[in-house]
């Protein structure tokens, strides 16, 4: 599928650079319709990092290189290589081997220390990874470096995705002002607790590396793990962050206004990417939000927004225009969480929802309201639809985003490999 | 889709009537299609009743009036009635009294007492009934009772069914033959834990009311609730056992040669009808058998199987012939289940499982075996495909049963109501 057919469309404007980093993407040899497949991120000073990672109990060889590595150098890494095309993942030993040579490759292309470079892969799992090609791309992509190569470095790790995606955002914090840049990529396989996704944020915010990784920890919690494009989490995983401290602010040391701000900035980031993971779902039309409220407590409510957004009958009336709210109650009436039945209220709205937002009340104490079929379905004909749970059981609430489930995404999953 | 379109077909040979029981099934005008959609069946003996009902939190108004039945009168019943349209879910008040009044409609054309007529309802969710219609189509329903009647009956229970569904069993207990004939719907909502899925059977063997309430759990539990088409389970999911005696065996009243040989057949009755509704699967082209084995306990063994068989990654891949087992692995490893990665053996073979099939083995310790993928591809091309997975940890097994997920699925799920 063409950027052109899809729905939805890439970020629109220009990534901000990131003092002290330099980025750039070429094609190496992994993919073979020789379209980008190699990138690389990189910092002069050493960065304290933080990541999060698949729960998935097959990770991939990167997944098990960057655990450790984020273990054994928290804060004295320089930079991330990532390849798109092949997962190294299901690759046992070769694989983990494979991962250690991008990561050398990398510093010594690039002659920072041992141990100082993370590595990402994403594509098709249980292949092993075409390593010379890689090896021999590593100088090439170095020799391309600048402070602006973000939108050929988010192309270079594109998979199935039809744009490439980017976020900034600037904040001052301790008296300067800092910057927060990354990429993301991910199509399918999208689901919490980390999917077929892989994102990398970078900052020159001077922030202790034990916040860096709360900051984190929460900004993900609030953004990539409340997306859903079909259910599945992935063997790959990973939201990397970087900081080198070059903004020169006084450093975040414990919580408070500053770290307050960094993480406002880097959740509207992380948001902005996870948001344009979904919009480039695989075959998606549609661009869904799902409020939960009233559930007994804030897991309760995720837990049914994700069982709403899992349904493949939920899926597919959203792609028919069809504002059939008796699959989403029956989604949360299988999830597990307590409801009440006579208590639930359910409404809908056009685009994302906002203050104001005019809202349709299909459901009132569990059973049909009177609402007209075409208001409905009127609404559920725009590319942006909100739905919002109002169950009347307590103050638990979560918002999750996912798409609609349409011909193109059997199409593009039917044949991903043939 | 007509019949003739889908890769399956129905029951090769006529259902066998049981002692005792009469059966129809009419259009009575829920169906604007004009297609049959009432269907009664009952015993002119007082039966023994069991039930197993969905777990689903918002349980349609037929389920709430059952199981009130089941508890209040659970040896004297003699009839179900059942229509096809209207799911009398999310009906609130009005839907209540309409399931009493549907019972009460059936109670009086048979002359039966009051309190021993079960109802089901199967269709659209959240439109009151055309009580009317079915008050009025009870009485010409009952005109045209017969003992042979069941594949009238089995298609006036369909909604996007295919084909009807039936399965007759028979089985010498207590020195004599025993009938045990039932019938099926569901195509979609189909998943473990009762799906959108109906099914009555009824069978003329004499057993304790205690006994027939477990015979019927297991049965369950090995059949109906083994299959998955699409990971929703629905409002209505009901399987009801009626048993009146007529067969005059000696009475089965605790376990035993007699009791063993009853849940035999009544489960190979059971899965003959589960494995109807997924072979009816919406738009399925595949019929999928997952087993998995080596897992800590049965439980982890069968929420590994639930954990594939819900992933549309791995069943579009069924549907697009790619034997892309990094899928199956991927959804086994978030699963929750314990694995060990290095361990993990994955085997495909074309046709059901049986002695001395076939295997071809894909991965071992882990990572793939060298395969040839035409040689997977072939198997992937088959319309019944086994996938056997070998975890090394334990001693639990679970099998499954599935479908892929094609273009006609999303095709019949995004115009349901349109």
Not at 191 to 200: E, F, G, K, V, W
Not at 387 to 409: F, I, K
Request: glycine share 10%; proline share 4%.
């Amino acid at each position: 599928m063409s950027e052109k057919e899809h729905a939805f469309s890439g970020p629109s404007s220009a990534a901000i650079p990131v003092k002290g980093f330099d980025v750039a993407g070429i094609h190496c040899g992994v993919k073979p319709t020789g379209a980008l497949d190699l990138a690389l991120i990189a910092s002069s000073i050493a960065c304290r990092a933080a990541a999060v990672f698949t729960k998935n109990a097959f990770p991939a060889a990167s997944v098990l290189y960057n655990r450790n590595l984020l273990h054994m150098n928290p804060e004295g890494t320089h930079s991330v290589v990532i390849n798109s095309g092949n997962a190294n993942a299901c690759t046992g030993a070769e694989g983990n081997a494979n991962a250690r040579r991008m990561a050398e490759g990398a510093e010594k292309s690039l002659g920072i220390p041992d141990n100082t470079s993370f590595v990402m892969s994403t594509g098709v799992i249980g292949v092993q990874l075409p390593i010379s090609e890689i090896e021999e791309g590593i100088p090439k992509v170095a020799a391309r470096f600048r402070p602006d190569g973000w939108q050929e470095a988010s192309e270079a790790i594109m998979t199935t995705d039809v744009f490439p995606k980017w976020a900034s955002k600037q904040v001052v914090v301790g008296g300067q002002t800092v910057t927060i840049t990354g990429i993301s990529k991910g199509a399918g396989m999208i689901h919490p607790n980390m999917a077929t996704m892989l994102a990398t944020l970078v900052t020159d915010a001077v922030i202790a590396q034990p916040l860096l990784q709360k900051a984190l920890t929460v900004a993900v919690n609030r953004s990539f793990n409340r997306i859903s494009v079909d259910g599945d989490s992935s063997t790959n995983d990973t939201v990397l962050m970087l900081a080198n401290g070059a903004a020169g602010n006084q450093e975040i040391t414990e919580k408070g206004a500053d770290y307050d701000a960094f993480v406002e900035a880097l959740t509207a980031a992380s948001m902005e990417l996870a948001k344009l993971i979904v919009r480039n779902g695989e075959g998606v039309t549609k661009f869904v939000t799902i409020q939960v409220e009233g559930a007994g407590d804030d897991g309760e409510a995720h837990q049914i927004a994700n069982s709403v957004v899992k349904s493949s009958l939920v899926k597919t009336a959203f792609y028919g225009h069809d504002a059939n709210w008796g699959r989403i109650l029956g989604a949360v009436g299988y999830s597990g969480a307590t409801v009440d039945p006579t208590n639930a209220q359910l409404f809908i709205a056009a685009g994302q929802p906002e203050a104001g937002s005019k809202e349709l009340q299909l459901v009132d104490a569990g059973t049909p309201t009177g609402y007209q079929e075409e208001d409905a379905s009127a609404i559920f004909a725009e590319s942006e639809i909100s739905v919002r749970l109002s169950l009347g059981l307590g103050e638990g609430a979560a918002t999750v985003w996912t798409c609609d489930l349409g011909h193109n995404y059997v199409s593009i999953n039917a044949e991903y490999r043939t």
